[in-house]
């Protein structure tokens, strides 16, 4: 499928261990522009790990981590964490709890 490209130029991502994702779950998976996003920065997300995180309405995150394991093959996928829209703002303890299991929660 094509995707248009994206007016936004990254940073380069090889310098990083970790790269977070955030995106909304639209129709089951991942939008689009963060599919065009995977597909532009496969080689330098290489070796890195990615901990994605997404909002939903309601149903989870679909096969949002299935699609982002197809466009980085090459990629650690970490646990995903999705929240309801709704329940966002609402959801620090559990972002917290989701940082510390991945190991990411740094020291305050």
């Known amino acids: ?3 248009p490209p994206l007016a936004t130029q990254t940073p380069d991502l090889s310098q ?3 790269v977070f ?3 909304p779950i ?3 998976t991942i939008a689009n522009p963060i599919a065009r996003f995977l597909e532009d920065n496969s080689e330098e ?3 890195t790990s ?3 995180f997404s909002t939903n309405a309601g ?3 679909g096969s949002s981590v299935d699609r982002i394991t197809e466009l980085s093959p090459d990629s650690t996928i970490l646990e995903n964490y999705t ?3 709704e329940e966002a703002m609402d959801s620090q303890d559990d972002v917290e709890a989701w940082l510390e299991q991945l190991g990411l929660m740094g020291e305050e």
């Open 1 to 3: 499928m094509y995707f």
């Open 50 to 52: 990615i901990a994605a």
């Open 45 to 47: 997300l290489s070796g």
């Open 83 to 85: 929240v309801q829209d």
């Open 59 to 61: 149903y989870g995150d």
């Open 26 to 28: 639209w129709s089951m």
């Open 21 to 23: 994702l955030g995106y």
């Open 16 to 18: 990083y261990d970790t």
